[in-house]
């Protein structure tokens, strides 16, 4: 049976976003070792968990049927969510500041279709270029 704090060491070896995967009959519950339940992306998995640490870092875990795969991100959502999706979750940074953008561009505007187009073509390029330097 492996310890989720040896299974975090190997974890934190790897790149971002890199998945090691762990047989679930190898390994306690992570709700008793400080995972609570999480949401994630939908890829066929049955449950999420996350472990933020103190560096700002966490560990997300995707339950599937029999096995776990675990990687890290560089921001918990819990504690800075918007550094969460600039940073590990780029797709939806740049949707959510399309959308934005699309909604402030018709909110101000009499004519609403127009302000939205050009509002979310702003955001677009905004979300973009505000993105790390490496995603």
Do not use: C
């Not at 971002?16 to 390994?27: K, L, M, P, R, Y």
């Amino acid at each position: 049976m492996y310890s989720w704090t040896h299974i975090e060491q190997i974890v934190f070896t790897k790149p971002a976003h890199v998945d090691v995967s762990i047989a679930a009959d190898e390994i306690p519950d992570p709700t008793q070792n400080g995972y609570m339940r999480s949401l994630g992306d939908y890829q066929g998995q049955e449950a999420d968990y996350e472990k933020p640490f103190t560096n700002g870092k966490r560990i997300h875990l995707r339950k599937y049927k029999g096995v776990y795969k675990a990687h890290w991100d560089f921001f918990s959502p819990l504690l800075s969510p918007i550094q969460h999706l600039r940073y590990d979750s780029p797709e939806w940074y740049v949707f959510s500041t399309t959308m934005g953008f699309s909604a402030l561009g018709a909110s101000f505007t009499e004519d609403k279709a127009k302000g939205a187009l050009i509002g979310g073509a702003i955001g677009f390029v905004f979300g973009l270029l505000s993105l790390p330097n490496d995603s």
